[in-house]
């Protein structure tokens, strides 16, 4: 079986940081990257960023770039989102998942992710 939790969220300021943890048990080699959205409400989900299960690629949204960084401990299962400079507009609950599928090729398109996690909860506000 496969699962992923998500831990971390909470309130912080803007320009603040927090650090968002994607603990993750039963992978194979048919899980290709780990990725990271998020969901605001009303809003469609969103890619943050992603990296690659064999050799630590990884990409990131263009609004994110910069301020994420997205790491991964193999030791742990964990991939972890290093969120800075934070800004209102990351308010969401952010999630993780395995990318399970190239038939999409974009590694922000979340039809070729599977196995989400639940969620944690970001508010970036004053």
């Known amino acids: 079986q496969v699962q992923f939790v998500e831990s971390g969220g909470g309130l912080a300021q803007p320009g603040g940081s927090l650090r968002l943890s994607c603990s993750h048990s039963?992978?194979?080699?048919?899980?290709?990257?780990i990725g990271w959205f998020r969901q605001a409400p009303g809003k469609e989900r969103e890619a943050v960023s992603s990296?690659?299960?064999?050799?630590?690629?990884?990409y990131y949204a263009t609004v994110v770039k910069g301020r994420f960084t997205i790491s991964r401990d193999i030791a742990k299962n964990t991939v972890f989102l290093q969120m800075d400079s934070l800004k209102p507009d990351d308010t969401a609950v952010y999630y993780c998942?395995?990318?399970?599928?190239?038939?999409?090729?974009?590694?922000?398109?979340?039809?070729?992710?599977?196995?989400w996690g639940r969620g944690t909860q970001v508010t970036v506000s004053s």
């Open positions: 039963g992978l194979t080699s048919r899980h290709f990257a």
């Open positions: 990296i690659s299960t064999t050799d630590g690629s990884t």
């Open positions: 998942a395995a990318k399970t599928t190239f038939a999409y090729s974009d590694y922000g398109d979340p039809r070729g992710y599977d196995y």
